[in-house]
C-alpha cells in the first residue's frame, strides 16, 4: 500500500493511461478524483474502482478552464482535508505541419495539453506547500525529445510540458514538493486503437511498430506503473525528471537491421 491515505487527483482518468492510472492508485491505498472532461467516463471508472473495494469520486472538470481547476481542488480539500498528489494527464493530439495548422486548432490544443498543466499546478502547489509537501506527475511525451513529421503542435506541447515541468521542480524543490513527468513512446490507449482501426490502420500498425525497438506498442498500465513510482514515496531522491518508457523507441538511432 504504497499511498494508503493520500487524496489524488488524476486528470483524464476517464480513459487510457489515466484510466489506469486511476486504478492502480486506487489499489496503493489512494482515494482517487477521478477528473475528466467526460463525466460519463469518470464515473464508470470510479464505479469500477468502488466494484474492486477502492475509494473514487468522479469530477467533471475542463482543464484548460482555470475556474474549473480551481474549484475542484477547493472542492478536494474540502471533502478530503488535504491534497497529495496531482497527476496532470489530459491531453490530445492533432496532425499537420505547422503549415497546416490553423491558429484556433494551435491555440485549443496548447489551452488544454499546456494551460492544462500550468493551471493544475498553479492552484495545487499552494495547498500542497501549505501542508508540506506533495508530489505532481505531469504527462509529457517521448517527442518532447525527437522530432516526428506532421505533429508539429503536439510536439511543441509536449516540449512545454517537458521544460515547465524542470522549471517548477527547481522554483518548489525547498516546499517539499516533487514534480516529475512521464514521456510515454507510443501507447495503445483507446485514442490510438481508434486511429488504429480506421482505413489505413493495418499500415500506420506496421509503420508505429517497425520504429519501435521492441516489436510493439505499449499498454497504458505500463505508463501507470511509471506514474505510481513517481508519485510514491519510492521516487524520493526525484525531480524535475522526465521519465521516458517508450520501449526503447527514442533511444534508437538508427533502422532496424
Ligand atoms: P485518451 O484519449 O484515452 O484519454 C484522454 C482523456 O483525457 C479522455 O478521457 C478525455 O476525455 C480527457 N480529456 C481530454 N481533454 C480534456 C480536458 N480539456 N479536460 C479534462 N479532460 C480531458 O488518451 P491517452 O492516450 O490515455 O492520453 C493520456 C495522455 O497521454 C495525454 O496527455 C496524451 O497526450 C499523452 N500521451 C499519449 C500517448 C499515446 O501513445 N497514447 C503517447 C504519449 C503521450
Not at 464515473?43 to 480551481?70: C, L, P
Not at 507510443?186 to 486511429?195: A, L, Q, V
Amino acid at each position: 500500500m504504497k499511498l494508503e491515505g493520500r487524496i489524488a487527483i488524476i486528470t483524464g482518468g476517464g480513459s487510457g493511461i489515466g484510466h489506469e492510472a486511476c486504478k492502480l492508485f486506487a489499489g496503493e491505498g489512494a482515494t482517487v478524483i477521478v477528473a475528466d472532461r467526460d463525466l460519463e467516463a469518470a464515473q464508470r471508472v470510479a464505479a469500477e474502482i468502488a466494484g474492486q473495494g477502492g475509494k473514487a469520486v468522479a469530477h467533471r472538470v475542463d482543464v484548460s478552464k482555470e475556474a474549473e481547476i480551481e474549484a475542484m481542488i477547493v472542492r478536494t480539500v474540502a471533502d478530503h482535508g488535504r491534497l497529495d498528489i496531482l497527476v496532470n494527464n489530459a491531453g490530445y493530439g492533432i496532425a499537420g505541419t505547422v503549415v497546416e495548422t490553423s491558429e484556433a486548432d494551435w491555440n485549443a490544443l496548447m489551452s488544454v495539453n499546456v494551460n492544462g498543466v500550468f493551471l493544475g499546478c498553479k492552484h495545487a502547489i499552494p495547498v500542497m506547500e501549505k501542508q508540506g509537501g506533495g508530489a505532481i506527475v505531469n504527462t509529457a511525451s517521448a517527442v518532447a525529445n525527437v522530432g516526428i513529421h506532421g505533429r508539429a503542435a503536439y510536439v511543441a506541447s509536449k516540449g512545454a510540458v517537458a521544460a515547465l515541468t524542470r522549471a517548477m521542480a527547481t522554483d518548489h524543490v525547498e516546499a517539499n514538493i516533487r514534480i516529475n513527468a512521464v514521456a510515454p513512446g507510443t501507447i495503445e490507449s483507446p485514442y490510438f486503437t481508434k486511429i488504429l482501426s480506421g482505413p489505413d490502420g493495418a499500415e500506420l500498425r506496421r509503420g508505429l511498430e517497425e520504429r519501435q525497438a521492441m516489436d510493439r506498442l505499449g499498454r497504458p498500465v505500463e505508463i501507470a506503473q511509471a506514474m505510481l513510482w513517481l508519485a510514491s514515496d519510492d521516487a524520493s531522491f526525484c525531480t524535475g525528471s522526465v521519465m521516458v518508457v517508450d520501449g526503447g523507441w527514442t533511444a534508437r538511432g538508427d533502422r532496424k537491421p
